[in-house]
């Protein structure tokens, strides 16, 4: 069965902003500002591919099983809530089986069981599924890999967001550092090359820019000139 079941006809859609591109491009800090200013709902769909990959890790899955992560699948129950955060924001919120997972779900473990884990289409169905009805009669912007051409391919705005892989593994390593941890750029680069890779050649639905999609390279951008953009390109549409 398809992953990218369309959404039944008759079904009220409401202004849909679709943002795709690689690890690192600024997709989910541009999203959300953007949110926040156009009072749009912001669904982080990475955070809900690693609650799966939580999970599998957990339960000692191996993820290239895909009897086992079927198995698996029909067990678990993700769900996603807002609660306030900082700044008067609305915090996404990713709940696995009831449990509020958000502390642990940006280790690059969890990020590397994701990548591996969201090839395998029952994970994909299942989490495509909840994206979509998230999307039912609401504003919105999502990030992700496949959101203009799979899960909202009638979204109004679709943009793939992009830079140069040295650039964002920069930007990678800043945040480790910032954080207090120190690593090698050149690892960091590596390590972002070789999810792109995983993302861009798996068999259901690989990271692709949609034909209208609109290309916003970051390499040389700040946060607020990117988002700018973005916000633009909703004013723009929106009317
Ligand atoms: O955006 P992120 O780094 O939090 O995403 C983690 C992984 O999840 C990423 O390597 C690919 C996968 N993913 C996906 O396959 N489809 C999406 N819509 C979002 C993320």
Do not use: W
């Not at 700044?87 to 994701?114: D, I």
């Not at 990548?115 to 989490?127: C, F, W």
């Not at 504003?139 to 964002?168: E, F, H, N, W």
């Amino acid at each position: 069965m398809d992953v990218c079941v369309s959404r039944q006809e008759g079904i009220n859609m409401g202004f849909n902003v679709a943002i795709d591109g690689p690890a690192g491009a600024g997709k989910s800090t541009i999203a959300k500002l953007a949110a926040k200013k156009l009072n749009l709902i912001y669904v982080d769909t990475g955070a809900m591919y690693r609650a799966m990959a939580l999970f599998m890790l957990r339960e000692g899955v191996n993820p290239q099983d895909t009897e086992a992560v079927e198995r698996k699948c029909r067990e678990v129950d993700i769900t996603i809530g807002y609660e306030p955060g900082e700044n008067e924001s609305r915090e996404q919120v990713v709940y696995l089986n009831g449990e509020n997972v958000n502390a642990y779900l940006r280790t690059e473990a969890v990020g590397n069981m994701a990548s591996v884990v969201s090839a395998q289409p029952a994970v994909r169905r299942k989490l495509v599924e909840l994206q979509q009805r998230l999307a039912e009669d609401k504003d919105c912007i999502m990030d992700g890999r496949d959101i203009g051409t799979c899960v909202l391919p009638g979204a109004q705005v679709k943009v793939y967001l992009t830079a140069d892989s040295r650039v964002r593994a920069k930007r990678r390593f800043d945040e480790l550092f910032r954080k207090g941890q120190t690593c090698d750029l050149d690892r960091v680069q590596a390590d972002i090359e070789e999810r792109d890779y995983r993302d861009m050649h798996r068999e259901a639905s690989p990271l692709t820019q949609a034909e209208d999609a609109v290309v916003l390279d970051t390499s040389e951008m700040t946060i607020e000139e990117a988002a700018a953009e973005l916000m633009r390109l909703c004013r723009e549409r929106r009317n």
